[in-house]
């Protein structure tokens, strides 16, 4: 490695630890206010509290992780500007296309990491942060858990497994009726269940009765239900999207599409887990050149290149999150929905990086 690249390596470095940490730190702080009411009044200690924003710090730290490289990539080279570095540089004969490869090389290590990240490090401690807050402020005793694509459950003798669960329904319910000695004597499979004030309202209903004689099957639009159970024992129990690995995320989508279930949520998280991780990449492929032209128009002053990554950064988190929110909205395909953003900045970056000089 030439100097000249080891030394933006470290200009890079230096704003990057720098900008990363001040958004952890941000984002912590606004988790540890919207908890400590709770936690005051259940009376919990402190230290749940702290472990819980520990499991969260690393699923912050590759949350923002794109952001804070391209904080990092303009304002170094602002940095870099305003010493008149780059014009040093140029001077010597060295091209903008060379000043923009160590920055490429940096956004296709981090990107390679955000992808590891999302698939190793945050499932599992998103995952265990909920059920901590669950179990040891909430006081929630667990009962369902997520296994075979399913939330599967037991109470009362009975078995419960629910295909999906959303905020307000069940989407595929099957109760097992188990009499003694673990014998099926009654089966209830529901399309849909619907919580409504501690009473089950379950639609598109078939009912088997299990009997020596033979099986007795019976049809219902809709029956009402009491059971052990409420909504909140199966939400429990369901993984969120951030909380499964791709193997799993995988193997749910799969499953629910073929049972004709309404999946956008984790369909689009699918996409999700593959697009997001390129941000470091086509963020850097438009800071690098906007930054360069900065440097030449505003000799580099410090305010404009804070207020350009600024500006890039956010018009980027607005466009993914608006993306998103049509995806869900059944506006647009799911596949669309999570790559769009990537397709239309990685669009804006390859014209940018036509004015940079090779």
């Given at each position: 490695m030439?100097?000249?690249?080891?030394?933006?390596?470290?200009?890079?470095?230096?704003?990057?630890?720098?900008?990363?940490?001040?958004?952890?730190?941000?984002?912590?702080?606004?988790?540890?206010?919207?908890?400590?009411?709770?936690?005051?009044?259940?009376?919990?200690?402190?230290?749940?509290?702290?472990l819980?924003?520990?499991?969260?710090?690393?699923?912050?730290l590759?949350?923002f992780?794109?952001f804070?490289?391209?904080?990092?990539?303009?304002?170094?080279?602002?940095?870099?500007?305003?010493?008149?570095?780059?014009?040093?540089?140029k001077?010597?004969?060295?091209?903008?296309?060379?000043?923009?490869?160590?920055?490429?090389?940096?956004?296709i290590?981090?990107?390679?990491l955000?992808?590891?990240?999302?698939?190793?490090?945050?499932p599992?401690?998103?995952?265990?942060s909920?059920?901590?807050?669950d179990?040891k402020?909430?006081?929630?005793k667990?009962?369902?858990?997520?296994e075979?694509?399913?939330v599967?459950?037991?109470?009362?003798?009975?078995?419960f497994?629910?295909?999906?669960?959303?905020?307000?329904?069940?989407?595929?319910?099957t109760?097992?009726?188990?009499?003694?000695?673990w014998?099926i004597?009654?089966?209830?499979?529901?399309e849909?269940?619907l919580?409504?004030?501690?009473?089950?309202?379950?639609?598109?209903?078939?009912?088997s009765?299990?009997?020596?004689?033979?099986?007795?099957?019976s049809?219902l639009?809709?029956?009402?239900?009491?059971?052990?159970?409420?909504?909140?024992?199966?939400?429990q129990?369901?993984?969120?999207?951030?909380?499964?690995?791709?193997?799993?995320?995988y193997?749910?989508v799969?499953?629910?599409?073929?049972?004709?279930l309404?999946?956008?949520?984790?369909l689009?998280?699918?996409?999700?887990?593959?697009?997001?991780?390129?941000?470091?990449?086509?963020?850097?492929?438009?800071?690098?050149p906007?930054?360069l032209?900065?440097?030449?128009?505003?000799?580099?002053?410090?305010?404009?290149?804070?207020?350009?990554?600024?500006?890039?950064g956010?018009?980027y988190?607005?466009?993914?999150?608006f993306s998103?929110?049509?995806g869900k909205?059944?506006?647009?395909?799911?596949?669309?929905?999570?790559?769009?953003?990537?397709?239309?900045?990685?669009?804006?970056?390859?014209?940018?990086?036509?004015?940079i000089?090779?």
């Open positions: 030439k100097i000249i690249e080891k030394y933006i390596f470290k200009e890079f470095l230096k704003v990057f630890l720098f900008s990363l940490l001040t958004f952890v730190i941000i984002f912590l702080s606004i988790e540890a206010l919207e908890r400590i009411e709770t936690i005051i009044e259940k009376g919990v200690s402190v230290k749940v509290l702290g819980f924003l520990g499991m969260k710090l690393p699923v912050f590759f949350q992780l794109p804070s490289v391209l904080v990092a990539t303009i304002i170094s080279i602002g940095i870099m500007s305003k010493r008149k570095e780059i014009l040093a540089m001077i010597s004969g060295i091209s903008d296309y060379r000043i923009f490869l160590p920055y490429l090389a940096v956004a290590f981090f990107s390679f955000s992808f590891i990240g999302s698939e190793f490090v945050s599992p401690l998103k995952e265990q909920e059920i901590l807050w179990t402020v909430k006081g929630l667990k009962k369902a858990s997520f075979a694509e399913r599967w459950l037991k109470e009362n003798g009975l078995i497994n629910a295909k999906m669960v959303r905020e307000k329904e069940i989407q595929g319910l109760v097992l009726f188990i009499g003694d000695p014998k004597y009654k089966r209830i499979d529901a849909r269940a919580w409504k004030e501690g009473i089950w309202e379950l639609k598109g209903v078939k009912i009765q299990f009997e020596p004689s033979g099986i007795t099957i049809k639009n809709v029956i009402n239900l009491k059971l052990p159970v409420s909504l909140e024992d199966f939400t129990g369901m993984k969120e999207p951030e909380e499964m690995r791709f193997k799993e995320l193997r749910y799969r499953e629910i599409m073929k049972e004709g309404e999946g956008r949520d984790y689009i998280a699918f996409y999700l887990r593959f697009s997001y991780p390129l941000s470091p990449l086509v963020l850097v492929m438009i800071g690098v906007l930054s032209l900065l440097g030449k128009r505003r000799e580099g002053r410090m305010p404009q290149s804070i207020a350009l990554s600024a500006f890039v956010a018009l988190y607005v466009t993914l999150t998103l929110t049509l909205g059944g506006i647009l395909y799911p596949w669309l929905s999570a790559w769009g953003p990537i397709i239309l900045f990685g669009t804006m970056g390859f014209y940018l990086l036509e004015s000089k090779h």
